[in-house]
């Protein structure tokens, strides 16, 4: 059965958070469930987020809202076991508006995760996320 795999024990990074408020625009709200918050990246050619999952977990889909004209034109989702470099899963193209995404991921079992977004519709480069979800199961 497929839900979410991000859990109190998944370790989350992101590239980085607007003016480092992390109370207001910090990597917590990607997973809050709360429409009121989001995760801001500060400007740069591209922003990431990785998730570090307590164990081997199957992905099937990643879901994504951005807000509109704070989205990227192209994304890249890449996947690890244990201390192994990231290898590339599969690109994704996410329309720019404020709709919940939701991109297929051929299977991946995986105890590590990076989601890069690039191409920002941004000027500066920011991407703001409302929710991210990695649906699949555990292994």
């Known amino acids: 059965m497929t839900h979410s795999l991000v859990c109190a024990e998944t370790v989350s990074r ?3 958070v607007l003016n480092r408020n992390t109370r207001q625009f910090g990597k917590k709200h990607l997973f809050d469930q709360n429409e ?3 995760w801001n990246s500060d400007q740069g050619p591209s922003q990431w987020v990785t998730l570090e999952f307590p164990q081997l977990i199957r992905v099937s889909q990643l879901q ?3 807000q509109g ?3 990227s034109r192209r994304g890249c989702l890449e996947g690890s076991q244990g201390s192994q470099a990231f ?3 599969v690109d994704f193209y996410p ?5 919940l ?3 297929p991921i051929p299977v ?3 105890e590590r995760l990076k989601v890069t977004f690039e191409d920002a519709t941004d000027f500066f480069g920011r991407v703001v996320i409302y929710h991210l979800r990695v649906l699949g199961e555990k292994v």
């Open 87 to 89: 290898r590339k899963i």
């Open 36 to 38: 009121e918050t989001c």
């Open 69 to 71: 004209g704070f989205s």
């Open 64 to 66: 994504i809202q951005f």
């Open 108 to 110: 991946a079992e995986v």
């Open 95 to 99: 329309e720019d508006n404020n709709s």
């Open 14 to 16: 992101v590239s980085s």
């Open 101 to 103: 995404q939701t991109f």
